[in-house]
């Protein structure tokens, strides 16, 4: 795979277009501008969208959401050095790509097996090595909790009890709730062992949330 001037330049343009639609977490920006999109692309159809703002399907009746998605969420989530985060649906891999880059220790789930086996294999072959787990992310992984973050990347008819219980106290999750195919973004922070605050966000869409592990 070849990372060239050309797409680096379609990155500096695409960091542009997102920092002109509000986000200005300037380290986040600067991961989006760091990471090679197009190797998460793996259809030829799409490589010369690469760095279009917008989703692109992955298979499995899944997709790459677009770059100002990935920089919007992980923005909300106000990240630490050393945090140890969450992420529910690794996808393609790109948005835990962003994770692992932004310097926290990544626990990603991913329930279709087709997409979990592609990327184990996949992201540690470009250097990113996040601990992956092929399960339902309605259950999180209450084993390895608690989290600082937790980060869901599909769209969820409601927010998981197990998820939120699984944060430390002060810590957020960030996730898209609502039926159908449209999502408003959600913030919940704990702030006590049996208290929680909702933050509610603007709309996006997400492919939806799926239970029960193949």
Known sequence: MIDSYKHKGLRNKLVDKIRERGISDEKVLSVIQEIPRHY???DNAFLPYAYDDI??????????????????QTALLKLKKGDKVLEIGTGSGYQTAV????????????????LFDKTKNFLPSIGYRP????????????????FDKIIVTAGAPYIPEGLQLQLTVGGVLVIPVGDGGVQKMIIV?????????????EEFKFVPMLANKE
């Open 189 to 201: 922070k704990r702030v006590s062992d049996t208290e929680f605050e909702q933050e509610e966000l």
């Open 131 to 146: 601990k992956f787990f092929y399960g339902d992310g309605y259950k999180g992984l209450p084993v390895y909790a608690p």
């Open 55 to 72: 989703a692109f399907p992955i298979g499995a009746q899944q997709t790459i959401s677009q770059p100002y998605t990935v920089a919007f």
């Open 99 to 114: 994770l692992v880059k932004m310097g926290v220790k990544v626990f990603t789930i991913e329930r279709q097996k087709t």
């Open 40 to 42: 998460f692309i793996h």
